[in-house]
C-alpha cells in the first residue's frame, strides 16, 4: 500500500479501480520496420484509423443527444479521421519511409498541429488541439489502449487520476461513472476542485507525483475530507475507509434533507445562499439545494476550448434564459467573460505571457475582444427582460475601468433600444471585488455600482502574491491571513455605507469556521458550490449574530493566520453542527 498527501478539496470518501488519464504527450522514438513488415503494419494502421472512428461515431451519437457543444467538437475530430490527404500520408510514412505506424502518427499529425499553431486566425488556430485529441486516440489504438486511457466510454465507476483535467475533459465526462478525482496539481481554487465539488464527489489535488505511481486498475482509495490518497490498500483500511463513507453518507443526508429550511440566524438575521454554477446543467443541484439563486454564473466555461463554437448571441441568450426559467423568479447573476490565467484554454489567442494572472484576462480580456464582450452583453440584457437577471464585471482594478466596462454597456443598450427589442433598462450592474485595489478604492467604485461580490479565491492569491493553482506555495495560501480578514472588513464596510448589497462567491464560506468570521465581519449573503449550499445553510442557522461578531472583532486584532484559526477553533466549534467524521 503506498499512501499519498494532497489537498482535501471535496470532502468524502470513494473507493474505486483507477482509470489513469496521461495529460501528457505519448512519447513514441523514430523506429524503422523491415521491408517484409510493411504489408502487416499498414493492415495495423488501417485497424486502428478503423477501431478510433468507430468509438468517435458512437461519441458524436451519444454526444448529440446529451451535449450539443460537445457533438460540434467532436464531429471535427471524426472529419480528421476520415481525411484523405491525413491518411495518405499516414500511409506514405510506413510504405515509403518504413517508418512504424505508431512513428508515422506522431510525425504526421505533429506537422499539422504545428501548421494550425502558428495561424493567426481564430477558429483555425483553435484546432490544433483537436488534432491532438485525434493523434492521442490514434496512438491509444495503435498501442493497444490498454495503459492510458480517455474519458469517454468509461462502463464502470473510476477514480480518476490525472496530471490536471482540462474543462473539456470534466465537460465530457459521464459523472455518474466518476467515484472521485486525485490529480497532481491544484489547489482549493482550481477547476478540478470547483467541479468535483459540484458534482458531489471526493477530490484530492495537488498530490504531486502520482500519474506514474498509478496502473489502470489499481485499487484506490480517496479521502476527499483529509486529503489523502491510498493506493492499493489492504482489507483493513478499505473496511475502515467503507465506515467512514457510510458516516459521511449519514451526516450528508441529514444535511440534506435540512436544506429546504430557510437559512436565519438563531437571533433572528435572514442570510441570502446562492449558488456558483460553471456549466448550465448545474442548475438542477442548485434548485436541489433549495438555493435563492444563482449568484455566480461563470460564463467562461461556455468558450473554454470552444472557442466560435458556443459564442453565437442566440447560443448565450439561450443558456441564460433556459436558467432564467429554471429558477422561476429568483435571481441570476451573469458574471461577464473572465478568462484568462487559470481558466484560460491554450489556444486562446491571447498569447503566451509570463504571468498570466496579471496579464490580459478577464475584463482586460473583454477590452481587446469588444465583439465578443458585446455579444455577451446583447444576450445578457435581452435575458434580463424578466427583471431578475444582475449583471457583474470581473476583476475589476480601477474606476476608469469599470466605466469603460459601462460605457460599453451604455452603447450596447442603446444599440438595442434602436432595434426595437426589449430589456430591463434598471438592470443591477456590480463587480466582484477581488484584487487589493479595488478593496482600496471600494469606496468610490461603490458609488457607481449597484452591488460589489467579493472572489476571495482572487483576493487571497492577489493580496498575498499566491498562485492559487500552484500546490508548492498552496500552504501559503491562507484566507485567515491577518491581511484578508482587514481587506474583508474594508469591503464590507465601504459596501454598508454606501448602502450597497455586498455578497461573497469564493470558496472561502465553505470552511464553516470561516463562514462564521464572515457573518461576524457583516456578510449575510454567500454565494458557494451547490454542493456545499445545505451545510452553510446548517452553519448559518446555528449561529447568532451577536456571537460571530464578537469572534470576528477578537480574530480582526490578532497577528497570524494560525492565531486567527486558532482562535476560530477555539470559539467556533461550540456552535457548529456535527463535523463529518
Ligand atoms: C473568486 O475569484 O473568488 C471567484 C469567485 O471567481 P473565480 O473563482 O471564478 O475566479
Ligand atoms: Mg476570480
Request: overall charge negative; some cysteine; hydrophobic content about 40%.
Amino acid at each position: 500500500m503506498v499512501i499519498k498527501k494532497g489537498i482535501g478539496v471535496s470532502p468524502g470518501v470513494a473507493i474505486a479501480e483507477a482509470l489513469v488519464l496521461d495529460s501528457g504527450q505519448y512519447k513514441i522514438r523514430r523506429k524503422y520496420i523491415h521491408p517484409e513488415q510493411v504489408e502487416g503494419e499498414l493492415e495495423r494502421l488501417d485497424r486502428a484509423i478503423e477501431s478510433a472512428q468507430e468509438e468517435v461515431s458512437d461519441f458524436v451519437e451519444q454526444q448529440k443527444r446529451d451535449n450539443p457543444e460537445i457533438h460540434r467538437i467532436i464531429e471535427t475530430h471524426l472529419a480528421f479521421l476520415q481525411d484523405e490527404e491525413i491518411r495518405s500520408g499516414l500511409v506514405s510514412g510506413v510504405k515509403e519511409h518504413g517508418f512504424t505506424p505508431e512513428y508515422a502518427v506522431s510525425r504526421v499529425m505533429g506537422r499539422y498541429i504545428k501548421v494550425f499553431e502558428n495561424m493567426q486566425d481564430g477558429i483555425f488556430s483553435t484546432r490544433f488541439s483537436d488534432l491532438h485529441d485525434v493523434e492521442k486516440r490514434l496512438l491509444k489504438h495503435l498501442l493497444g489502449g490498454k495503459e492510458r486511457e480517455d474519458l469517454s466510454g468509461i462502463t464502470e465507476t473510476r477514480v480518476i487520476v490525472a496530471r490536471d483535467l482540462t474543462p473539456t475533459q470534466t465537460a465530457a465526462l459521464d459523472t455518474s461513472m466518476v467515484a472521485g478525482f486525485a490529480t497532481e496539481v491544484g489547489g482549493q481554487t482550481s477547476h478540478t476542485a470547483i467541479v468535483a465539488k459540484s458534482l458531489g464527489i471526493p477530490a484530492v489535488v495537488g498530490i504531486g507525483k502520482l500519474v506514474k505511481d498509478v496502473s489502470v486498475g489499481d485499487l484506490l482509495i480517496i479521502d476527499g475530507t483529509e486529503g489523502v490518497v491510498l493506493i492499493n490498500p489492504d482489507e483493513d483500511e478499505v473496511d475502515r475507509y467503507r465506515e467512514k463513507s457510510r458516516s459521511f453518507g449519514i451526516y450528508e443526508e441529514i444535511v440534506t434533507k435540512d436544506s429546504a429550511l430557510p437559512a436565519v440566524s438563531t437571533d433572528g438575521t435572514p442570510f441570502t445562499v446562492l449558488g456558483n454554477i460553471e456549466f448550465p446543467w448545474e442548475i438542477k443541484n442548485l434548485v436541489k439545494g433549495h438555493a435563492d439563486g444563482v449568484g455566480l454564473f461563470r460564463t467562461e466555461f461556455l468558450y473554454l476550448d470552444s472557442l466560435a463554437r458556443a459564442t453565437s448571441e442566440e447560443a448565450h441568450y439561450e443558456i441564460y434564459s433556459n436558467m432564467v426559467s429554471a429558477v422561476l423568479g429568483q435571481v441570476v447573476t451573469i458574471r461577464t467573460l473572465d478568462l484568462g490565467s487559470d481558466k484560460s484554454p491554450p489556444d486562446f489567442g491571447v498569447g503566451m505571457e509570463a504571468n498570466p494572472a496579471l496579464g490580459c484576462r478577464s475584463l482586460r480580456f473583454s477590452f481587446v475582444r469588444e465583439d465578443l464582450f458585446v455579444t455577451q452583453l446583447r444576450a445578457i440584457l435581452r435575458a434580463s427582460v424578466n427583471k431578475n437577471v444582475k449583471l457583474m464585471f470581473p476583476l475589476v482594478t480601477s474606476v476608469a475601468e469599470l466605466r469603460r466596462a459601462r460605457g460599453i454597456l451604455s452603447r450596447t443598450m442603446d444599440e438595442l433600444r434602436k432595434e426595437g427589442i426589449p430589456f430591463n433598462e434598471d438592470i443591477p450592474v456590480g463587480i466582484m471585488v477581488e484584487v487589493p485595489s479595488a478593496v482600496l478604492i471600494a469606496d468610490s467604485l461603490a458609488k457607481e455600482v449597484d452591488f460589489f461580490s467579493i472572489g476571495s479565491n482572487d483576493l487571497i492569491q492577489y493580496a498575498l502574491a499566491v498562485d492559487r493553482v500552484n500546490e508548492r506555495v498552496a500552504h501559503l495560501y491562507e484566507p485567515a491571513h491577518p491581511a484578508i480578514l482587514r481587506l474583508l472588513k474594508m469591503t464590507i464596510d465601504a459596501a454598508a455605507k454606501a448602502e450597497i448589497e455586498v455578497s461573497l462567491c469564493g470558496e472561502m464560506a465553505t470552511d464553516p469556521k470561516l463562514a462564521v468570521l464572515l457573518v461576524g465581519l457583516g456578510l449575510t449573503r454567500f454565494s458557494v458550490t451547490p454542493g456545499d449550499i445545505p451545510e452553510l445553510k446548517k452553519v448559518l442557522r446555528s449561529v447568532a449574530i451577536v456571537d460571530a461578531k464578537k469572534v470576528a472583532e477578537a480574530a480582526l486584532t490578532l497577528a497570524t493566520a494560525e492565531e486567527v484559526l486558532n482562535h476560530l477553533k477555539a470559539e467556533v466549534p461550540g456552535l457548529l453542527p456535527r463535523a463529518p467524521y
